[in-house]
């Protein structure tokens, strides 16, 4: 390939540019507003159509083909090559409602991740109507004039016309490494994707700044082309759906084992016939297949993830809920987070004196010679935008800088010659400007990043005199004394270039031996609800600490307004942070209580990322900027603001917030534990029934054939499909639980299937429901004169009674689930504190419940096909109180954890 390369040709590049344009019918002043609806009704919107979305029919195979569904097809294989169809037609009912319901839900879960693209739309910076505009990308149109700047994603093929820009092409190529792309490097005879002057859709500008004439879009791009979309990114498993999917297996698992270990102890030791012992295996195996657990906690995430979208927290896998709920500690930036990021000019230091750019009568006493120079440079070296209704736009720095610069002085108007654009390493920007016949660098950024390039001060006759140290050390003060109030302060300051210099092409160049024109303090007031979020998060043992790329006293001003730090916090700049070993950095973590990281740069935040996971920790991470991203990946959560935030820190986080707030993110720590929390209730609820479904097949086998079995294997299955479903989908929506953020984080690797859950679940409510439950059947057995060992078979006497006693089983059971949902809605608090009523659809899911048993013990076609029979009052009135005993159990228990933990 490289001998096809021709090197670069110098050639006149406006010449082919003018071709381009005139082919595309547009103008380097872009299209109209009225003509690029025209073209936009002719080419469609700018985006990529998903192939292959005909997914449904292999999803919805997966369900039938799923390894514990293929278990139950083993059951029902072996019972009917026992013999006994009517049970293998029950289970093979059972795996085509169980895959019919998990379907469902995979489907629903799937849309709402999906319905969340809509919630974050990608924009674009274009030219319309000779008008810099922010259009949503799908807009874009052959034609039209990019404005591309660092952090943007690019959305359209183009043609560079103006600027150059670092670009990282790596999801065309894979190369992550950025390669520079100018609008005046010509490449010929290299592939397209290697020209130097053509930028893609899907790739993402990482520096600089450049216009660009878009030439295709939507399916014509070359991303269009190249991504074979048909292939879906995989959903990944989150680790609670991994960790449960163990569990499920172990406990299928064990039954199996059971289940095959018991046919020969039953048969040979308790003198059961093989028939009865296969019976007892399908049922142990049948009432033990946890197969209805996953989907329902894909839908509770689901159901999570909508539900933060609805506050503003916009998450990308639905795993970010559960780890959402674990978090401990919070990295946030301070501009824009913390504070409101609507930035104004408060004061402007000088040389002549300090005044307030609002108060027109201090500014006027400023010198003229010298505020007339700050203006103009405060003015050329920014980026905000007038709008056509007058409105300035663009960074909220530079927006208040240039509407300041008016009111200090008169503004000399400029024209830009180059640009070296603002990063957050360098932190600091500059312009090389021309007007007339003079040209000028100015130069505007963090004061601790201009004064060393300073080598002299205006003065108010507007003469430069040398920086001295004592002036130094008075302006450090100065600056200390602003930040302390909480100001972001800037330094600005010029360099006018003679005649016959060249125009420098370096950034170190350009910004060196300034001159210092003045500081500019600018106040940017805290969220008025981030207080209460920090109050909140502190209560829930979450720690907060502020990492940002303002000056240490500012963000510790701004940080203590709002309640982050109260003692005196521990400042680290990025300086001392580069020279702080890892092991320094992790005692610094784990010693200090307050820290504020002031002028980090974004390796300082990947650092501190991998600093605190390390120390076990789970991390979420506030970021904006373009290269913010390697740390956004880093923490547990990466979290991209909305609004402010580039779109490439919006890419690689799992989180976004919408609305850019603090207190979001606090609400969406409590979302996500909620969410946490209400899994686990539907597995405890889940695993609960394990025990009565089993118990009845042991007391059968157990005594040898002289008890009846008392649980049929039909009824076990309408007690595992009919009744278990409803409630336990609604468990996933029940509220908060009170106190959920009063309480510390859940460590990190800890088990959302435990040993208390699991002895409260089987041995406690699991034991008592199926106490109860047998007590009925015993109940209605002894009442009709029966003996152990007395014959219940079709046509002896006792047979009506069997089937009665059975039914009471049955109707125990569900009585006793009732009881557990109840019981299943908190973990400790008392059921009064949340309301009995409070959750309006598992009471939707009990009623259900007690209609079906309703039709089961009383509708003739169902107690054929199950063996049941219709109820006796006393029998209704024997099983009515079971919810209460179950429920009322456990709310004793509670009240005993209660009291134990006070
Ligand atoms: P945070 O990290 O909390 O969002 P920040 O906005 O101060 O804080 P950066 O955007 O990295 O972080 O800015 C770092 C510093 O660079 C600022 O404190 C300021 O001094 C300077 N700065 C910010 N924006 C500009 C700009 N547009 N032009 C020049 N200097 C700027």
Known sequence: MPSTVRPTEQVRPTEHLDLLLRDLRSSRDGLSAREARRRLVHVGPNMLRRRGRRQWPRQLLRQFTHPLALLLWAAAGLAFAVGIAPIAVAIVSVIVLNAAFAFVQERHAEHAVEALAAFIPLRAKVFRDRQRQSIDATELVPGDVLVVTEGDRISADARLLDGDIEVDMSALTGESAPVSRAAELLDIDVPLLQARDVIFSGTVCTGGEATAVVYA????????????????????ESPLERQVRRVAWLIAGISVLLGAAFIPIAVLGAGLSFLNAVIFAVGLLVGNVPEGLLPVITLALAIGVRRLAQRGAVVKRLSAVETLGSTDVICTDKTGTLTENRMRVTAIDTSGGTADPSDESATAALAPALVSRLSTAMNACSNAH?????????????????????????????????????????KRMSTVDRSGVSTAIHVKGAPESILPRCTAELAPDGRPTPLTAERRAELEKLIDDRADAGFRVLAIADRPLSEFEPIPGTAPEAESALTLLGLVSIVDPPRAEVAEAVTRCRTAGIRIIVITGDHGRTAAAVARQVGIVRAEPVIVTGAELDRMNEDALDRLLDTTGELIFARASPEAKLRIADALRAGGHVVAMTGDGANDAPALRSADIGIAMGRSGTDVAREASTMVLTDDNFATLAAAVAAGRRSYDNIRKFIFYIFAHATPEVLPFLVFALSGGTVPLPLTVPLLLAFDVGTETLPALALGRERAEPGIMRRPPRPRHEAVIRGPMLVRAWLFLGVLCAVLALGGFFAVLLAAGWHPGD???????????????????????????????????TDRAALRSIGAFSNPMLLWGIAFELVLTAFISYFPPLQYVLGTAALAPWMVALVLPFPVVVWGADELRRWAVRRRTL
């Open 217 to 236: 879009t939507g399916m014509r791009t070359e991303l269009g082309r190249i991504a074979s979309l048909s292939e879906r990114v995989r959903p990944e």
């Open 386 to 426: 007038r709008t056509t209704s007058g409105d300035l736009i663009g960074d909220a720095t530079d927006v208040a800088v240039s509407a300041a610069a008016a009111t200090v002085g008169a503004v000399t108007e400029v024209t830009r010659v180059r640009q070296f654009t603002f990063d957050s390493v360098r």
């Open 791 to 825: 014959a219940t078979d079709a046509g002896t006497p006792l047979h009506h009674a069997y089937r009665q006693a059975i039914t009471v089983m049955f109707a125990g059971m569900v009585a006793g689930q009732i009881g557990t949902a109840f019981a299943a809605r």
